[in-house]
């Protein structure tokens, strides 16, 4: 109930007992008196009435007064004292009352005040003794930033939903260059995003789905690797170990990785260096062979003609072998293969394709003579794909709905046959399988079978077994022997400026919001200067800032900080409140190029700002120009502060910060302001979940209630 709606129900309740007791005292006397008493004491009453409706005003305006002191003097007064403790108690402990109202609430905001000072010493007192209990702590960090620094790989720590919890300088280096767009300061990688947003997610969850596999066949260290792409066209080879609780459950990962774009650029050019090279040789070896042939074939032909064959022979040999000596300096130190491969127990290769055809399908899949100890040098992502794409053809075109698996070795590869009752199929639909991509109802790899072959310079066919009445599809794929692990080794490398384990618990972001606490939630807060206040009558964007907040923690160095060419002149009167001139916005981006960098920063994340109607307005209004739509929810401070504080009458970012005891620096510039909205908006959090404010949908809708939510542009 509002203090204004209180006022009217105790003012007219006031009023309703004195009217009430006038009444009763003519309704006593009405009763007690004669007849013509009576008569006489209604004429008195008509005549009188104008007189004693002009009392009843100055009636009801008295204990208007009366009610107006007695609220300002008390219940006003004590609102203030409690709003004004929130603060004290959950935002800014350095926050005191000023005493108003009468002398028992003046008394009362006295008491609060010395609480409040005691309350502010021993929290003092309490923290330094945090402090010191924290001292081995921070050397352990210490120690462990140390060991990151001198590390050579880049390394991301993730929860198991894939979100980044811990990453290092040369991490941000390797998978945050080659952006598509050079706006902008922030990154694509930071704290709470997605790993999938740089990486193929069905990689990842390969490789996860291997560590799990590799953890219930009792591996107690299991790590596996893989081989994906980055932004800017690079290769990057990942490995993956597991982060496992005290249950041994899996509770994120680390990656370390490392660019072997190179590596894989130079095997390619060595491929047509070997071919070139071999395209020569033979030549060359045909030019000899023929002199050598005609020695044989004449043995007593002229001297002339004998030193003009052994000149050849010279000639092609020195030749062929300034070749082959050009091409070992060239490329002695490319030694590996042009895709790396890895090594994996043939049996847990099988076991993988087993689990996902009957999760995927619910087929049945057996097992036949498999080798357990038989170990390929594979990708063995690609495997799964392609075998995964010839059940799913057989399945979807032929009816299969049984499936095994044999695996066993030939030579110098291993057989791994995919085995189903009927017939094989036919050679033309074979041929055509081969060429087409490793895509089947709608998910898959790009690749094809034949490439998966060729990567593995194997071969594979389809025949039938008369025997048992069935078919088969058959892969060679090459053998190894397992090597040992050096599963101890953690590579990373830079100091961690960017760690928050407590994301090890966080929730993945969902679509269903509404429900999730506001201490959960990943927030971009941003802001924007503009060349004006009226949108609709063509001001623009000049500048566009943010920075985000991830587990209650505001990220100063994961900023967006951009100035934009707005394609029109700066009024001075705009430059005199934020400094930006038209001078220092030629050669800036356009703003078709800057709004799709800043929603790439702000996706997966709540949007904050300060009276973000302002802001939101401009967005909206460039949506068709830019293709850009920002959908996802906004939280107002303005909108909240109103909300936790209904009595004052400032909500303005000076107000704010002077009330929550934050220093304003970089006022009215675009970064400087999203970063204090930023620190006003982890201030109100506490005061909000004091009203029972607790998620984003509470959030909402009672920022909708406010006075000030009517506001528009």
């Not at 357990?372 to 040098?377: P, S």
């Not at 030939?410 to 050679?427: E, H, M, T, V, Y």
């Not at 929550?660 to 302001?673: A, E, M, N, P, W």
């Amino acid at each position: 109930m509002t203090p204004r709606t209180k006022f009217t129900l105790a003012l007219a309740g006031l009023f309703s007992f004195v009217a009430g007791l006038f009444a009763i005292a003519i309704a006593v006397a009405w009763s007690n008196s004669a007849p013509p008493s009576r008569d006489a004491l209604v004429g008195i009453l008509q005549e009188q009435a104008g007189v004693l409706v002009i009392f009843a005003g100055f009636l009801l305006a008295g204990l208007g007064f009366i009610v107006d002191a007695f609220f300002k003097a008390y219940v006003s007064a004590a609102r203030a004292l409690a709003q004004g403790t929130q603060v004290i108690q959950l935002a800014n402990p350095d926050h005191r009352l000023v005493p108003q109202g009468a002398s028992e609430t003046r008394q009362l905001a006295a008491a609060i005040n010395a609480l409040a000072d005691r309350y502010h010493a021993l929290t003092v007192e309490l923290g330094a003794r945090v402090i010191d209990a924290n001292a081995h702590l921070e050397e352990e960090k210490n120690w462990l930033a140390a060991l990151m620094s001198e590390l050579t790989q880049s390394v991301i720590v993730c929860n198991e939903e894939g979100r980044i919890l811990l990453y290092n300088h040369r991490a941000r280096r390797l998978l945050g260059e080659g952006r598509p767009s050079s706006v902008g300061s922030g990154g694509y990688i930071g704290l709470g995003r997605s790993i999938f947003g740089i990486m193929d997610r069905n990689q990842v969850a390969y490789a996860l789905e291997q560590i799990r596999h590799l953890l219930g066949r009792g591996n107690e260290n299991p790590v596996t690797q893989f081989v994906t792409t980055a932004r800017g066209n690079k290769l990057v080879r990942a490995q993956m170990a597991p982060v496992l609780d005290r249950q041994q459950v899996i509770s994120g990962f680390i990656l370390t990785m490392e660019d072997v774009t190179k590596e894989v650029e130079a095997g390619t050019q060595r491929d047509i260096l070997l071919q070139s090279l071999t395209e020569d040789t033979r030549r060359s070896v045909a030019n000899i062979r023929a002199a050598i042939e005609n020695f044989l074939e004449f043995p007593d032909m002229p001297q002339e003609r004998r030193n003009r064959f052994v000149a050849i022979i010279r000639e092609e040999s020195l030749t062929l072998s300034e070749r082959l000596d050009k091409a070992l300096v060239e490329h002695s130190g490319h030694l590996k293969t042009q895709w790396p491969l890895e090594e994996i127990c043939g049996s847990d290769l099988i076991s993988v394709i087993r689990k996902m055809v009957q999760d995927k399908w619910g087929m049945v899949a057996n097992t036949e003579a498999v080798d357990e100890a038989l170990w390929l040098h594979v990708d063995s992502y690609s495997v799964v794909q392609a075998m995964i794409y010839v059940i799913g053809r057989l399945r979807n075109d032929h009816g299969v709905s049984e499936v095994a698996f044999r695996l066993a070795e030939a030579g110098r590869f291993a057989q791994l046959d995919l085995i189903w009752k009927g017939a094989p199929i036919d050679l033309e639909v074979a041929q055509a399988w081969e060429n087409q991509p490793l895509v089947v109802d709608g998910k898959g790899s790009p690749l094809t079978l034949k490439q998966v072959a060729e990567r593995h310079d194997g071969e594979i066919w389809c025949r039938a077994d008369p025997g048992s009445g069935s078919a088969y599809f058959r892969i060679l794929l090459p053998m190894t022997r397992p090597a040992v692990v050096e599963t101890a080794r953690r590579q990373r490398d830079s100091r961690p400026e960017y760690y928050d384990f407590d994301l090890f618990h966080q929730p993945g972001q969902t679509s269903e919001l509404d429900h999730r606490l506001l201490t959960e939630l990943t927030y971009t807060v941003f802001d924007t200067e503009t060349t004006g206040l009226r949108p609709s009558d063509g001001d623009e964007i000049i500048s566009i800032s943010a920075v985000r907040i991830v587990n209650g923690r505001l990220l100063k160095h994961e900023v967006f900080d951009q100035l934009i060419d707005p394609g029109r002149p700066v009024p001075r009167q705009s430059t005199r409140i934020h400094g930006i001139t038209t001078q220092m916005l030629r050669g800036q981006p356009m703003l078709d190029a800057v709004l799709p960098a800043f929603h790439q920063f702000a996706e997966d994340t709540i949007l904050v700002a300060h009276n973000a109607a302002f802001d939101m307005r401009f967005l909206q209004m460039k949506e068709a120009q830019t293709g850009v739509r920002f959908i996802q929810p906004v939280l107002d401070t303005l909108l909240l502060s109103a909300v936790v504080h209904p009595d004052g009458k400032e909500h303005e970012l000076e107000s704010n910060a002077e009330r929550f005891g934050i220093s304003v620096i970089g006022r009215h510039t675009s970064l400087g302001d999203a970063i204090l909205t930023g620190e006003i908006f982890l201030k109100l959090l506490p005061l909000l979940a004091k009203r029972g404010i607790l998620t984003l949908k509470d959030a909402r809708e009672a920022a909708e209630k406010s006075y000030l939510a009517r506001i528009e542009y």
